[in-house]
């Protein structure tokens, strides 16, 4: 069983950059498939990107152009870089990792970290 923890969160503003890193223990993290999740107040949690074990990458169409997933297995970390960052961007983001299925759905979830974006 593999445990996420989710960090570099924080207040940005609209325009900056943030990079999240989801940190994994407990199993062989190479294995695993690892998407990126978001969930804004009083929205249903989305999909925003993922990577397969292999490294092929996944985006949700609004950050196709602005976000970048990639994954250090010596590291047992996946980042998700965050570029031109948008007010609609604001959310709690989670990390989550599975071993059979590239893009979810995933067996095992993060805590989640807060990006604010501010104007």
């Known amino acids: 069983q593999v445990q996420l923890v989710e960090s570099g969160g924080g207040l940005v503003q609209a325009g900056g950059s943030l990079r999240l890193s989801c940190a994994a223990s407990?199993?062989?993290?190479?294995?695993?498939?690892v998407g990126w999740y978001r969930q804004a107040p009083g929205k249903e949690r989305e999909f925003v990107a993922a990577?397969?074990?292999?490294?092929?990458?996944y985006y949700v169409q609004s950050v196709r152009d602005r976000f970048t997933i990639s994954r250090d297995n010596a590291k047992n970390t996946v980042y998700l870089q965050m570029n031109r960052l948008k007010l609609e961007d604001t959310a709690v983001y989670y990390c989550?990792?599975?071993?059979?299925?590239?893009?979810?759905?995933?067996?095992?979830w993060g805590q989640g970290t807060q990006v604010t974006v501010s104007s």
């Open positions: 407990g199993g062989t993290f190479s294995i695993y498939h």
């Open positions: 989550a990792a599975d071993q059979w299925h590239t893009a979810g759905p995933y067996d095992y």
């Open positions: 990577i397969s074990n292999g490294g092929t990458t």
